[in-house]
């Protein structure tokens, strides 16, 4: 096998959307959402609430079902 052919140990990272760092988190969101998604715009929902796990990185199913709650409660951002 040629080198270029040969399995890598430096391949991309692997996300776990269980706990993603907010800049990470803000790229996904950006990538799959229809609107941009900052780190700073996380970072104001966390300090709003918002839930993370106890080493501060986010749960993208938890982060959704608070902005839901936040949406059905009014206030979510209404984008």
Do not use: F, K
């Not at 776990?16 to 988190?25: E, K, L, R, V």
């Amino acid at each position: 096998m040629t080198p270029e052919h040969a399995p890598s140990d430096a391949g991309p990272q692997r996300l776990n959307p269980a706990a993603m760092s907010p800049a990470d988190a803000a790229r996904v969101l950006t990538r799959v959402g229809g609107s941009p998604v900052t780190e700073d715009m996380l970072r104001a929902d966390i300090d709003a609430g918002a839930p993370t796990n106890a080493d501060g990185s986010i749960n993208l199913v938890h982060y959704a079902a608070w902005l839901v709650q936040q949406m059905s409660a009014g206030g979510g951002r209404g984008e």
